[in-house]
């Protein structure tokens, strides 16, 4: 198992290394440069600033530059806010962000594979169709309308909780969490209720079964391993998802997260923060896939044998 | 073994499910209410400002951060914007209106006690012409002599340009020609002064990005000093006891929130988190008018929006066609209908009433007058007029006016019109290269002149970009306007050369836009002006009235 | 051989009986080819014409001479369903085709093949996740202009990515299963394996992936339109439609019920042929019964 998060991880440098030089080109080759303005800026303004930010050197230079200064872990300054590295945007950005995806996971891990197990206990009656029912609304709700609802009904008109902020009010978390969660949910329902059928519906199963063990018993000890696997290859794409679509809950309820660095650096063509909150991004995303697909391995029985026969 | 691991990790998660909830419990006061109590104002700013340098600052956020850390020798007044007394207690101007002296406060101070005198002055404004540091607004000082030389470096010698301090509290300002709106311009964030010392500690005075402003660093010389500055979250700024005035500042705090969300910022108005908004949702703005809502302002704002035509595309080089186009836009219904905040219909690109200035036009609606124009320019009923495309940028209001305009149009002139919505850098980009046919524009005036309308239309102006020329209209604005003597006659100069802009119409005025801003109703002294420019030396909170509107609430 | 291919055809045919009996997945169907219709002869039986505009009447409830009300324009709502409708189903259906086949086929041959193979595929596959997908939108936006394919094509490169992941994952799973060790002792050639145990035993997890897809695709669209690459106004789609919607829901509620309502409905449908086709598909069930 180390060895193949060793080669996974190994694998990952010239990964890295694409995205990096795919963003960078790409980024450079979008139309609007950083400092275009509203107002017509002077060419002397022009000049100086992109004297500063070794802009006016040639682009495969300034690739160069820049792998070199990644590597030793520096981001450079931000484009947009004079005087920001990136790092520190990063790092101002990415509590909330974290914290936003980690609440939010839980909510979709708690009530999707509850509902999705219940489900799959008893097909096509009214305990499988009232949650997948609810999961479809869920999954069709995007978290752009769930979001203001939820401020309206809860925010607005209740006055239960605060309709925007991060941290700053009790009870702010509870929002956006279950806004960014909810859509999550839905999918880890169906996709858990699909894996759970599959499993029941297997011979060890029944052997089970005919043993005697009680139905939960049989859940707990034998179906959830192989029917949640569907659902752990799906919580590495999920996490990114997390991370990714962040960006409306944190501009919804002002969230001061990464997300919206993110987003608002790709409008303003702030280079080094596109590039610099991708490459952590990238990095996130690459080690989420390796512990999904560890923690798939580690449900399959099979599966394992094969990585610890390798190792 | 595996079913124990596993329950040990769903356990503390399950856990931690309530306590999230629990933390939501327990009723909490609101900002407004808190606020009221302790003079704190929290005010929705817009966006997160890209800088609290103020000669490098652009946007309306952050120069209004800016305007609380810091004044100009020069204030507004709040309503009129008359200029009034800031650092400078007094001033004098020559007979010929060529050369300014102000007399500046010996109480003036930095937040960190350090005396603030007119070397800060002469010294900041050296800084502000280096190219290097980027600064947007260096032409705001243009209009002092050798200022603009300097800037383009024809003159290397800053003693030659026109300002010198005298003395340690006697400031002298030489413009090139006499500048009726010079004192206005003096209250722009570009003009303030910096703490030399504190600039210079973090970097060279023309370095662009240092850490002067941060949070701790930051030395300023207005009513407030910058307290927290938590990025995309708030800026705290709390009373400076040092400023001249501070015993007349009501405010203890201000919060600025970056409310990018429009929508958002309504709620969090309505929940009582914000004591003003920085803009009101269209579509909001009926309920709040039905409602007889005092918190609601809505006021003249001194800006138009327009749409440019590309005078190069050649079937809009003809200037009748332009004429069709322009008369057959009912600006009554678009401002009715579709913008709902009392926006004013432009028929000339200078707001109405700028400097007592009103200019003349006869554009109006007019679909029968602008067939037969079309028909005289060669497309009868609209007959083989090219399909024309209207460049916006991604935004709401652009959206729905493109495709009231698309439809008018269509409608009147039969014609065929494309709407061609862009990411705002592409926009840019597109706009400024001269790639489109017809783009959506708007602008908003640095000071109260026609000039700072006008004067965008030159033949080799930045911000023309719609390709027209007429060098009649260059040498009334940059050469007869700046030497006649009286303000009569220079009113009568920029109305001269609107007339020539509204006959060809490079451009389509629309509408004048308005400022609308929910604002508490414990605010005092909250004024609207036509530059929608606060003034929290003046405001003060009254938390009594809030909890009468709150209980009836 | 032959006896391999009736078996084939039979398992289309046992599917087909079996979803005749599910009457929700019947009724699916129903109503995913009445949309498909109505969508199909929108520009016949619409009522108004979609961008016609009314604008002093501005956004009004509904009443008899605009059943579903009226937007902010004073169009008319039904009228922009019924428009919305095209653009979003053919999106919806196309993009995620377009998903389907390449994550399909490249989960399906990572996961079978494994090894290297394996590795540089999903590698490939964690690129394209972490590639700046918005910076990627404005660059196709204006490297090729606005059209309707490349919008199929930028939702299809990201949609493809999660498929491709769940396929390979239910494929090694299978791989390893006792019955496809069997029939590898048995001889059977690679091919028959795959035709005959893992396409069947994963198009379960894909037809739910694929019914989750279609809604997320046509909320992308809207997003995508909304910052100006795809559809332009006065077109119209459903997500746009709730995107616009969302903003005025205080006001006019009607402009987000009724394409919200919409969307659902098409929704449910799939849901429900989705799993009617699983369960009719399924190898283990056809033995049972």
Redesign the interface.
């Given at each position: 198992m180390l060895r193949f998060a060793f080669y996974r991880l190994l694998q990952a440098i010239p990964v890295l290394l694409i995205v990096i030089s795919l963003t960078f080109f790409l980024v450079h080759s979008a139309p609007g440069g950083p400092f275009s303005a509203d107002k017509a800026v002077p060419p002397e303004v022009i000049k100086a600033l992109e004297a500063q930010y070794n802009l006016d050197q040639p682009l495969w230079q300034q690739y160069v530059s820049y792998l070199g200064d990644i590597v030793q872990g520096d981001f450079g300054p931000s484009f947009k806010y004079p005087g920001r590295n990136v790092s520190e945007l990063i790092a101002a950005g990415l509590p909330a962000t974290a914290e936003l995806a980690f609440y939010a996971m839980l909510v979709a891990l708690v009530i999707g594979v509850s509902a999705g197990v219940a489900a799959a206990m008893r097909p096509n009656t009214a305990q499988d169709y009232i949650p997948m029912s609810a999961a479809m609304i869920g999954i069709c709700m995007p978290s752009f309308l769930l979001g203001p609802l939820l401020v309206l009904i809860f925010g607005i008109h209740l006055e239960w909780l605060p309709v925007s902020g991060w941290g700053d009010m009790p009870g702010d978390k509870i929002l956006p969490a279950i806004t960014l969660g909810t859509g999550y949910a839905a999918y880890i329902a169906r996709l858990s209720r699909g894996g759970m059928l599959e499993v029941l519906s297997q011979d060890y199963i029944r052997t089970a079964r005919a043993k005697g063990l009680s139905e939960p018993l049989v859940i707990a000890k034998h179906a959830l391993r192989g029917g949640l696997i569907p659902v752990v290859a799906f919580l590495g794409p999920a996490f990114a998802g997390l991370l990714g679509g962040s960006f409306v809950v944190e501009t919804i309820f002002q969230i001061p997260g990464l997300g919206r660095f993110y987003v608002q650096a790709a409008f303003n063509r702030d280079y080094t923060m596109i590039l610099g909150t991708t490459v952590f991004f990238a990095t996130l995303i690459i080690v989420f896939n390796l512990l999904s697909d560890m923690l798939a391995i580690w449900l399959n029985p099979k599966l394992r044998q094969q990585a610890q026969g390798k190792s | 073994m595996?079913?124990r691991a596993r329950q040990q990790l769903i356990l503390p998660?399950?856990l931690?499910?309530p306590t999230?909830?629990l933390?939501?419990?327990?009723s909490?006061e609101s900002n407004v209410d808190s606020g009221n109590r302790t003079g704190t104002l929290h005010w929705g700013n817009g966006a997160?400002p890209?800088?609290l340098?103020p000669h490098?600052s652009?946007g309306v956020p952050g120069n209004t951060i800016v305007s609380a850390l810091m004044e100009g020798l020069i204030l507004k007044d709040s309503k009129t914007l008359a200029p009034k007394p800031g650092v400078a207690e007094s001033w004098t101007i020559s007979d010929d209106g060529r050369v300014y002296t102000f007399n500046l406060r010996k109480n003036a101070r930095w937040s960190n006690g350090d005396p603030h005198n007119a070397n800060d002055y002469v010294w900041s404004w050296w800084r502000a012409l280096q190219?290097?540091?980027?600064?947007?607004y260096?032409?705001m000082y243009f209009s002092i002599e050798n200022a603009q030389e300097y800037?383009?470096?024809t003159v290397t010698d800053f003693d030659q340009v026109g300002v010198k301090a005298l003395d340690d509290y006697t400031l002298q300002v030489t413009l090139t020609n006499p500048t009726p709106y010079f004192l206005q311009l003096l209250d722009h964030s570009s003009l303030y002064s910096v703490h030399r010392g504190t600039v210079e500690k973090f970097g060279a005075a023309d370095e662009?990005?240092?850490?002067w402003?941060?949070e701790g660093n930051n030395v300023s010389n207005g009513a407030f000093k910058l307290a927290d500055w938590?990025?995309?979250?708030r800026i705290t700024v709390e009373r400076n006891q040092y400023y001249w005035n501070s015993d007349q500042v009501q405010l203890n705090k201000i919060v600025f929130?970056?409310?990018?969300?429009v929508?958002?910022e309504e709620?969090?108005f309505?929940?009582g988190?914000l004591h003003r908004t920085n803009l009101v949702?269209a579509?909001?703005i009926?309920?709040y008018l039905e409602a007889n809502d005092s918190s609601l302002h809505i006021a003249p704002y001194l800006g138009t929006y327009f749409y440019r035509i590309n005078t190069r595309v050649p079937h809009l080089q003809d200037k009748t066609v332009r004429r069709a186009l322009a008369m057959t836009i009912?600006r009554e219904?678009?401002s009715k209908?579709?913008l709902k905040a009392g926006q004013i219909p432009a028929y000339a690109m200078t707001p109405p009433g700028t400097m007592g200035y009103y200019p003349e036009s006869d554009l109006r609606f007019d679909p029968e007058a602008a067939r037969q124009l079309l028909a005289d320019a060669g497309y009868p009923n609209g007959e083989g007029f090219p399909t024309t495309e209207i460049l916006y940028n991604?935004s709401?209001d652009h959206?729905?006016i493109?495709?009231?305009i698309?439809?008018m149009w269509?409608k009147h002139l039969n014609i065929d019109i494309?709407?061609?919505?862009?990411?705002?850098?592409?926009y840019?980009?597109?706009a400024?290269a001269g790639n489109y046919q017809i783009s959506r524009a708007g602008w908003i005036g640095d000071y109260v002149d026609p000039n700072s309308f006008l004067d965008m239309f030159l033949c080799n102006?930045?911000?023309n970009?719609t390709g027209w020329c007429n060098p009649e209209y260059d040498r009334l604005i940059s050469e007869v306007a700046p030497t006649v003597k009286s303000h009569a006659e220079r009113l009568a100069v920029f109305g001269q050369a609107e007339q020539i802009l509204m006959d060809e119409l490079p451009v389509i005025p629309i509408y004048i836009y308005t400022s609308v801003n929910l604002v508490n109703k414990s605010v005092n002294n909250y004024a609207d002006n036509i530059l929608n420019q606060p003034s929290f030396t003046e405001m003060s909170l009254q938390p009594e009235q809030s909890k009468i509107d709150g209980g009836e609430q | 051989m032959t006896a391999i291919e009736e078996q084939g055809t039979s398992l289309w045919r046992d599917a087909w009986i079996k979803l005749c009996k599910n009457y929700l997945a019947l009724l699916g169907l129903a109503i995913i080819l009445l949309l498909c219709l109505v969508s199909l002869l929108t520009p016949w039986i619409a009522p108004y014409g979609y961008e016609e505009q009314n604008l002093l009447l501005g956004a009004t409830p509904p009443s008899a001479a605009h059943w579903l009300g009226t937007d902010i324009f004073g169009r008319d709502m039904l009228t922009r369903i019924m428009y919305g409708g095209r653009v979003s189903l053919t999106v919806g259906f196309i993009a995620t085709a377009v998903a389907l086949v390449i994550g399909v086929l490249w989960g399906a041959i990572a996961g079978f093949v494994g090894g290297r193979v394996d590795a540089v595929m999903m590698r490939i596959v964690d690129i394209m996740y972490a590639l700046p997908f918005m910076i990627f939108i404005v660059l196709l936006m204006v490297v090729f202009g606005r059209n309707i394919l490349l919008l199929f094509l930028a939702i299809g490169a990201v949609e493809w990515l999660t498929m491709a992941r769940i396929v390979r994952g239910q494929v090694m799973n299978l791989r390893k299963q006792e019955f496809v060790e069997a029939a590898y002792s048995l001889g059977l050639s690679q091919w028959t394996i795959i035709r005959r145990h893992i396409i069947p035993n994963t198009l379960g997890p894909v037809i739910v992936y694929t019914t989750l897809t279609i809604p997320s695709v046509m909320l992308l669209e809207a997003f995508l339109s909304f910052l100006g690459l795809g559809i332009q106004p006065p077109q119209s789609s459903w997500g746009l439609l709730i995107n616009y919607g969302v903003e005025t829901m205080e006001e006019y509620p009607w402009l987000l019920i009724f394409p919200g309502v919409t969307l659902s409905l098409t929704l449910f449908a799939l849901n429900f042929l989705g799993d009617g086709l699983r369960d009719a598909l399924d190898p283990r069930t056809s033995k049972d019964q």
């Open positions: - | 595996n079913n998660l399950l931690l499910i999230l909830l933390s939501a419990c327990g909490s997160e890209q800088s340098d490098i652009v190219p290097a540091l980027g600064n947007l260096a032409y800037y383009e470096g662009r990005g240092t850490r402003t941060y938590k990025i995309n979250r929130y970056p409310t990018e969300n929508v958002s709620r969090m309505r929940a988190q949702p579509d909001k009926p309920v009912d219904t678009i209908s579709i991604t709401d959206r729905k493109a495709i009231a698309q439809q269509n494309k709407l061609l919505n862009q990411e705002w850098k592409v840019l980009d597109m400024s102006g930045g911000n970009r | -």
